[in-house]
């Protein structure tokens, strides 16, 4: 069954509500649970609503962390198809939700998501267009001004949040809804992480004072219309790339619907230069209290790094939670 997202086809199971086999038709019934038995559903995908009546090489990709990438060459083109033999399909059907909604606002280049699902062994995968990378690094004045163009077109009416929790980096990332962003980015972005630092290393001193700067965050945002914007969410130069034909193209994202300057987070490894802001500046203008804003942003992702990758990102973060405090006279 394909289902139409917007101007996206994704395949059933790019569904949130998966069990909905009792209202689809007897030989619709039946093609979806060939699917979900099938010994290599990435295969079986490839070679039906794939087009490929043939598979000519399957070749790995690497670059990547978390999970097993690979090339599929097919007689109807290439796909790439991550695998993870651990984790369930959550994290892949809020990467191609993501990659889905990207894609949707026509703006800066992302592989369109096709499938994903349930490996039969465990684990779960993604296919998606495969795409040709090129060797310049992308125009970064090309870059910041296709960004904007996705923050101002990818809109959302529910607010703040996504359409599912999705994870950063490892870490689960929780979209519930919210009409108020300083209370969505105070509980869903800084206090998880610091929920986080307190359950896995007791680290209570940066949890309390970080929990006081939650509560104190509201001036920052004085005079500032904040609208949800749609976020790639991890923004950083590992998740960005070029095509072969120079344009920008990014990858790997958590996203979600949020302030369009939350987006610069992780801009201490993204390499964004002047003329990376200043195209994207003339796209979505800088609002009032931009620049003391940037290190809260930022907090979240040192907060993400402490916690994945321990104690060498512990620093950033409590001076950045330090000099708020000071700052804000809390
Ligand atoms: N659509 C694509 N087409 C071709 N190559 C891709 C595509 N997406 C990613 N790649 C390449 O595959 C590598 C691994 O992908 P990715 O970074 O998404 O893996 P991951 O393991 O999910 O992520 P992480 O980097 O967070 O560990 C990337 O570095 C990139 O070079």
Redesign the pocket.
Known sequence: MVVHVGLLPLSSSCLPSLPRLPRLSSTKHRTFAMAVVSEDPVREWILSEGNATQITRISP???????R?S?YDTDAGSF?V?TNRSIGPSMFEG?ALGLGAMFETGTIRV?KPFKFGPLPTGGSYII??????GSRRSNQSVLGRKLAEMHKAGKSEKGFGFEVNNTV?STPQINTWSSDWIQFYGEHRLGYQLQLALDQYGDSTIYEKGQRLVKSIGPLFDNVVIEPCLLHGDLWS??I?SDKNGEPVI??PACYYGHSEAEFGMSWCAGFGGSFYSSYFEVMPKQPGFEKRKDLYMLYHYLNHYNLFGSGYRSSAMSIIDDYLRMLKA
């Open positions: 990709v690497g670059g990547g962390c978390i999970n990438a090339h790439f991550k990467e592989p998606m267009e495969f795409i040709e990378f980096g590992g998740n790339s990858l790997d």
